[in-house]
């Protein structure tokens, strides 16, 4: 899952070049914007017709990506450097990619693992990935220790 | 505005926000220890009536309140979830701890 780098990015490059319709939304690194960001997206995508349980976990889904840059990208100090949350729209699938360049992940696969948490003093569960994870079809995470993660993710939306 | 906590015969009732997520996480810990600390809490009820959206910072919530009063045999229960808030916790790995009641 966090292999063929190069696969990922030029995937995401090239299914964005048929895509319906696409947003982007730059964010402070706030906690309060969590809520903003995965709103917008679940705005966004009510023009694919979700059902109600779908747009759910979308927003589950964005709001863990989010929160992951906020505490743990940037360690939850805000600053200048943004959150970008980008999403497009392609035949009955939404794309998103959640982006930040913070401090990265060292280890992506013990990061991933249910339960695992870095920030255990803050109650973090360890359960976001997980939960990106359980709700969209596709998951894939690149980070780089000292410049950023990226997470992309995509959920076939109707037609189940 | 409705109250946060309450406290009656040794139970401690969090009325849950609208929007459980990591923004709000903080102010719900902070808060509900400061009651557990008292000495007079050993349950703990989350009233989930009016909240519409979590993510696993509310997990992390209810987690960390069990982790405190389990040790004194204290019993965690999550009340009037609605089915979105029920699957969340159940995906958690929590049903094994905590009881769901209407």
């Known amino acids: 899952m966090v292999k063929q780098k190069e696969a990922w990015s030029n995937g995401w490059q090239m299914n964005q070049e048929e895509a319906a319709n696409r947003m982007e939304l730059r964010i402070m690194p706030?906690?309060?914007?969590?809520?903003?960001?995965?709103?917008?997206?679940?705005?966004?995508?009510?023009?694919?017709?979700?059902?109600?349980?779908?747009?759910?976990?979308?927003?589950?889904?964005?709001?863990?990506?989010?929160?992951?840059?906020?505490?743990?990208?940037?360690?939850?100090?805000?600053?200048?450097?943004?959150?970008?949350?980008?999403?497009?729209?392609?035949?009955?699938?939404?794309?998103?990619k959640i982006e930040d360049r913070g401090v990265g992940i060292d280890d992506i696969g013990r990061a991933m693992e249910p339960l695992f948490t870095t920030k255990p003093e803050l109650e973090r569960s360890g359960m976001g990935f997980a939960f990106m994870e359980a709700f969209m079809d596709e998951l894939h995470v690149e980070s780089k220790q000292g410049r950023g993660t990226v997470v992309y993710m995509s959920k076939q939306i109707g037609g189940q | 505005?409705?109250?946060?906590?309450?406290?009656?015969?040794?139970?401690?009732?969090?009325?849950?926000?609208?929007?459980?997520?990591?923004?709000?996480?903080?102010?719900?810990?902070?808060?509900?220890?400061?009651?557990?600390?008292?000495?007079?809490?050993?349950?703990?009820?989350?009233?989930?009536?009016?909240?519409?959206?979590?993510?696993s910072s509310g997990i992390g919530v209810i987690a960390g309140r069990y982790k405190k009063v389990s040790c004194y045999g204290g019993k965690v229960v999550a009340a009037h979830a609605n089915s979105r808030i029920r699957k969340i916790i159940m995906l958690s790995g929590l049903t094994d701890l905590i009881e769901i009641v209407d």
């Open chain 1, 30 to 96: 706030l906690s309060e914007n969590e809520s903003f960001a995965r709103v917008a997206v679940a705005a966004f995508m009510t023009q694919l017709d979700p059902t109600l349980e779908e747009v759910e976990d979308v927003k589950t889904a964005v709001s863990e990506a989010v929160t992951n840059s906020i505490i743990h990208g940037y360690e939850n100090k805000g600053g200048d450097k943004p959150v970008i949350i980008e999403a497009y729209l392609t035949h009955r699938r939404i794309h998103i």
């Open chain 2, 1 to 55: 505005m409705e109250k946060m906590f309450m406290v009656k015969d040794g139970w401690l009732t969090i009325t849950m926000p609208e929007e459980m997520d990591h923004h709000k996480a903080e102010e719900i810990r902070e808060g509900a220890d400061d009651y557990l600390l008292t000495g007079k809490v050993l349950h703990v009820i989350f009233d989930f009536s009016n909240t519409k959206f979590m993510d």
